[in-house]
């Protein structure tokens, strides 16, 4: 017995939260993708306690590819932003608005 | 609530993981935020390690600490200073996030306070590696496939876009 | 009797015929007709409808002819045909109608002369003559008012006939509207008899009127009545007669004198079976005719127009007709009603002469004894007329006036005897002023500000105008012949051709008999004396009443008593308020700008919904959380009220 499955759960939400606030109050570029990665962390850290609840280890399973998929994302948005960065200068979350309506 | 260690160490480091995970998402500095990134992420890992899942703390550490934080390292120390006056903390621009934040999380708390499955406590276990790898690569085959396409494309990707223009 | 129904359908066919062709004679894109042939078509269709109402008088047997021409409507429940009744009544009044119209007809030839819009003119005349011969002959209630809607359509068309100038447009609108008040009543009376008899027919009515409820009949009556005032400008619906002068002269002479202001008292002859049957509704119109009487020509004594003062005058006269309907007599109504038409149609023929000559010359202080010096048989024409209105013996006004006050005097019922002698004070003011205008017009000193050496010089008049005067002039003398009421040979002959008894109670030939006509004379005498005591050689009165401000009593009377003013305020003021408020507020506020309104209020929203397309990267993911909040928000709203 270690914990109520619900209080890993808040954990997990909270932690999802967090991103979510990072990825929105934060303008540059960077911090948008760090706040991206503590959400993914948050969801791993769902499926590994439902893993652990149902005693399956298909959920543990998932959080890895949920690891290898951040990997995917962040090795193509870190070049994204990369290549913007040489390509105008901009780091900044508002100065991209070509596609304004 | 049986108070017994694992649980006072599970209630540890869930203290630990949400003040470095807020301390990296308010840093002023893109290198601060991933430092303590890092120690949330080895937070994680630790806690991957309580719940029973000794090969994806490895992985985490591995792929997510080691790997992922170091490359936004490598990104952030080559990119020239930026003007530091951009990104000042306004109070106004966090109010909003964080009173959406409120709403979803007050919804989740009372979604997860009214499943009955919630108050079950959690009974210790441990997936070995064997067994891990074993289902990984018996059932879930075509999964490992897909990803290991994504991972390419992805590396394809990257290099298309960092790319010299000559 | 086949003779009779083709001169009674070409009596009828002729003026609509003739009111047709002047369309035909438009010029639509070719040459127009030559002149001469528009009039000559016109004054042929009425004339024709002179002789076949002559024809149809001559070959009129013992009963009278009823004829069917065709069903109009036929419902389960409603039927109406167009059918005629042609009675003695009806003959005499065609004959008159007939006359007048075919006399006018030529007259208004020269006179219109200068008009290039001459067919509008004659169109809207011969339409005219059919809608009022509709009226004499319709023995359909339905019939009979689309004959009265038509007489008030050609009259507002005629009276506001030239239009450029909003003045006569707007006095045609009002005698329009005026009439139209009085047609409500006629339409809400032909729904009572309808609902309550089941018939639509004259005829029928009058035969069943005893089966009715005496309130039924009296409220029918007053209906009646209401709208017979309304048509022939009684009080206080007089106030549309003295403005519809701005029609051409021949119009007023027409219409505005002999025939539609007489269509009302005709509908009341008409239905007076019905109407004798309710003592209530008889004093109503007596009473009505004698205040009239007496208010039309108290007003008539202070007007400078010549127009407006014959105006007046026709109001007060139709007055009279009505006070003898209501005191019963029916010859003593019709007697006065021809011998009025062929006298009043000669002054505003008259007047139109003199007006012509003193080129467009309205004001009677104006003219003067040059008139008469250069124009003697203008002057005894007219003085004619002025004879015979003002009812001094032996000439025509004086039989029929006195056959009325006989009447009246005779009549058991309450009230009457006042009603006498308010027509008798009526009386004596109509000898003054009709004398009153012929000493102002044709014996009046010139205006101070006129050069006294020089003569006048007056536009030339056509011959035939003054001409045509004289067959009316012969007409209002010798009148009086038709109906005689003293044992003459020849005498009574139109009560007996209407078929009424004709002896008052006191008998023939008695002494109050004598004793009454001789009051009547007494009293056109005294006026004469009166209109040569104020404007006589001596002209005591004439210019310094004419140059002196005038007194308020003067004024409320010239002004026909505020009632126009009276009308504006309580009618014409709040209907205008409440059209601008609906115009104003509903329409264009409510209706118009809502409409805007709505159309504007879609544009800002999409304008400020394009507010959020920033196309910012910050935006969107801002929208994500904001659309994630609203999904959990609405799952938190189903999880409270999934509570117990």
């Not at chain 1, 939400?13 to 911090?31: N, P, Y």
């Not at chain 3, 403005?243 to 025939?259: C, E, F, K, N, Y």
């Not at chain 3, 008469?372 to 203008?378: A, E, G, N, S, T």
Request: glycine fraction near 10%.
């Amino acid at each position: 017995m270690i914990v109520p499955f619900g209080h890993v759960l808040i954990l997990a939400t909270l932690l999802f939260l967090l991103g979510a606030c990072c990825v929105v109050a934060r303008r540059e570029l960077l911090m948008i993708l760090i706040g991206v990665e503590i959400m993914l962390n948050g969801a791993a850290l769902a499926f590994v306690a439902a893993a652990l609840r149902w005693q399956l280890a298909d959920g543990q399973i998932f959080a890895l590819f949920i690891i290898a998929v951040a990997a995917a994302e962040v090795a193509v948005g870190l070049a994204l932003i990369v290549a913007a960065r040489q390509r105008t200068g901009a780091m900044h979350g508002d100065d991209f608005n070509r596609l304004r309506g | 609530m049986n108070m017994n260690i694992l649980a006072i160490i599970f209630y540890l480091l869930g203290a630990l993981l949400l003040t470095t995970t807020a301390l990296a998402v308010t840093r002023q500095q893109p290198v601060h935020a991933v430092l303590f990134l890092i120690v949330s992420l080895v937070t994680v890992a630790l806690l991957f390690l309580l719940l029973g899942a000794p090969l994806l703390a490895a992985f985490q550490v591995i792929l997510y600490a080691g790997a992922i934080m170091v490359l936004f390292l490598f990104v952030i120390m080559t990119m020239p200073d930026r003007d530091p006056g951009l990104d000042r903390f306004l109070r106004r621009r966090w109010l909003t996030p964080l009173f959406l934040c409120l709403l979803i999380g007050i919804s989740m708390l009372l979604l997860i306070d009214l499943d009955p499955v919630a108050t079950l406590d959690l009974a210790a276990a441990r997936v070995e590696p064997r067994t891990f790898g074993a289902l990984l690569f018996n059932r879930y085959w075509y999964a490992v496939e897909l990803v290991s396409l994504l991972l390419f494309v992805g590396l394809a990707g990257a290099h298309y876009l960092g790319r010299q223009k000559s | 009797m086949t003779m009779m129904h083709f001169h009674l359908t070409f009596l009828l066919l002729f003026p609509l015929a003739g009111a047709v062709s002047m369309i035909c004679c438009l010029p639509m894109g070719g040459r127009p007709l030559p002149r001469r042939v528009g009039e000559t078509i016109a004054c042929g269709a009425s004339a024709g409808a002179f002789v076949m109402a002559g024809l149809a008088m001559w070959t009129m047997g013992d009963e009278p002819f009823r004829k069917v021409f065709w069903q109009w409507m036929a419902g389960p429940e409603f039927s109406s045909e167009i059918a005629i009744l042609y009675d003695p009544l009806a003959a005499v009044m065609a004959l008159m109608v007939t006359f007048v119209a075919a006399l006018i007809h030529i007259y208004s030839v020269p006179f219109m002369r200068q008009e290039s819009d001459y067919l509008r003119y004659f169109f809207l005349l011969n339409l005219f003559v059919f809608c009022m011969l509709t009226i004499v002959l319709a023995d359909d209630l339905l019939f009979l008012f689309l004959g009265w809607e038509g007489v008030g359509l050609c009259s507002y068309g005629l009276i506001g006939y030239w239009y450029r100038d909003p003045a006569n447009c707007l006095a045609g609108r009002k005698a329009f509207l005026l009439t139209r008040i009085g047609d409500a009543a006629l339409l809400i009376a032909i729904a009572i008899f309808f609902s309550h008899l089941g018939t639509l027919s004259l005829t029928a009515i009058n035969q069943q009127a005893v089966d009715l409820a005496p309130g039924l009949i009296t409220l029918a009556g007053l209906l009646l009545l209401f709208a017979a005032m309304a048509k022939s400008a009684q009080m206080p619906l007089q106030v549309w007669l003295p403005d519809a002068m701005a029609g051409p002269t021949p119009v007023s002479a027409l219409i505005h004198a002999a025939t539609m202001v007489t269509a009302g008292v005709y509908l009341l002859m008409r239905f007076l079976p019905l109407l004798s049957l309710s003592p209530g509704v008889m004093l109503a119109a007596a009473l009505v005719g004698a205040v009239t009487a007496l208010l039309g020509a108290a007003a008539a004594l202070t007007q400078r127009d010549i127009k407006r003062l014959l105006a007046w005058s026709t109001i007060s006269q139709v007055g009279f007709m009505f006070l003898g309907l209501g005191a019963g007599s029916l010859a003593g109504s019709m007697f006065h009603l021809l011998v009025h038409g062929f006298c009043k149609s000669l002054l505003f023929l008259g007047a139109g002469c003199i007006i012509r000559l003193l080129r467009d010359e309205h004001d009677i202080f104006r003219m003067g004894r040059s008139l008469r010096l250069r124009h003697p048989p203008l002057f005894a024409a007219f003085a004619i007329g002025v004879v015979a209105l003002a009812g001094l013996p032996p000439w025509a006004g004086f039989f029929s006036k006195g056959e009325i006050l006989a009447a009246v005097f005779y009549h058991p019922g309450p009230g009457y005897r006042l009603l006498w002698f308010m027509a008798l004070l009526a009386a004596l003011l109509t000898a003054f002023y009709a004398f009153r205008l012929l000493l102002l017009v044709f014996f009046g000193a010139p205006p101070p500000d006129a050069d006294e050496k020089r003569d006048p010089v007056f536009e030339p008049l056509p011959a035939l105008m003054p001409a045509l005067l004289w067959p009316l002039a012969l007409l209002a003398l010798a009148g009086g012949l038709l109906n005689c009421p003293l044992a003459m040979p020849g005498g009574h002959w139109l009560s007996g051709y209407l078929g009424t008894a004709p002896a008052p109670p006191g008998g023939e030939g008695s002494i109050s008999d004598w004793g009454l006509l001789g009051l009547d004379g007494l009293i056109a005498l005294v006026g004469l004396g009166l209109a040569w005591f104020c404007h006589g050689p001596a002209d005591r009165l004439g210019w310094r009443l004419a140059a002196a401000p005038e007194s308020t009593a003067h004024a409320v009377l010239r002004n026909g008593y505020g009632l126009d003013s009276f009308y504006r305020l309580l009618v014409a003021r709040p209907y205008q308020a409440m059209a601008g408020f609906l115009w104003k507020r509903v329409d264009e506020k409510l209706v118009d700008d809502s409409l805007t309104g709505a159309g504007r209020s879609l544009l800002t929203t999409g304008r400020l919904l394009g507010l959020w397309t920033t196309g910012r990267l910050t935006t969107a993911l801002q929208s994500l959380l904001w659309g994630a909040a609203a999904i959990f928000g609405l799952l938190l709203l189903g999880i409270w009220r999934a509570l117990p």
